[in-house]
């Protein structure tokens, strides 16, 4: 096997619902914690043997549902009350915490005024709106060329990584935040149903 095989194996898990070998980017990281609790672990560092579930509502449910967490580790197990929500709660938090470092080190911005500019500029690669923002006001922004679209926050949760109340319109320059932003976005994005379809654009490269 070569070196280039062995990295990608690496980075690949199955998951104990779907069954499916996926990037550990598509998954989502579980551990045994005490009282024999299955904790959730979307940064990936917490200790312990790793059980992995594909980031996706129906997996999760799945697995939680049919004791899968017990099986892969044969023994007895405990799941959080809603587990689903937590998983989707934590890696809400986690892309609003990587936004608003992104924003520090200025490889961030939000409002109308700006994202246009940096979109005209090509230096934003990837539009973040909010799920709730007006849908007409969105329109008028488009998907950079070749770049990521991000449309299942809330107005409240953007807001959280500038420091505001609400923010419709944000943008990201290169940079690995932005990539660790994109790929905890597409996570999120499975375990969250957005019920604004035309948050999801036909313009949308991050599909």
Request: hydrophobic share 35%; glycine share 8%; with cysteine.
């Amino acid at each position: 096997m070569s070196s280039a095989e062995e990295k990608i194996k690496s980075s690949e898990r199955k998951c104990i619902a779907t069954g499916q070998v996926l990037s550990k980017t598509q998954l989502v990281r579980f551990v045994l914690g005490p009282s024999n609790k299955i904790c959730p672990d979307p940064e990936n560092k917490l200790p312990g043997r790793g059980i992995w579930v594909q980031a996706d509502l129906s997996a999760i449910n799945k697995a939680e549902k049919n004791n899968l967490f017990s099986r892969a580790l044969n023994q007895s197990t405990e799941c959080f009350d809603n587990l689903a929500a937590t998983v989707e709660d934590l890696i809400a938090k986690r892309i609003i915490n990587l936004i608003s470092l992104s924003r520090k080190s200025g490889q961030s911005i939000c409002g109308y005024e700006k994202v246009k500019d940096w979109l005209k500029k090509d230096v934003a690669k990837v539009l973040i709106q909010s799920s709730d923002g007006s849908n007409r006001e969105k329109s008028r922004l488009r998907t950079p060329d070749g770049g990521n679209y991000i449309g299942w926050l809330s107005s409240t949760e953007l807001g959280k990584a500038f420091g505001r109340e609400n923010i419709t319109h944000c943008a990201l320059a290169s940079g690995g935040l932005t990539q660790r932003i994109v790929e905890d976005a597409q996570r999120l994005k499975g375990l969250r149903i957005v019920k604004d379809q035309n948050s999801c654009r036909k313009d949308e490269s991050a599909k």
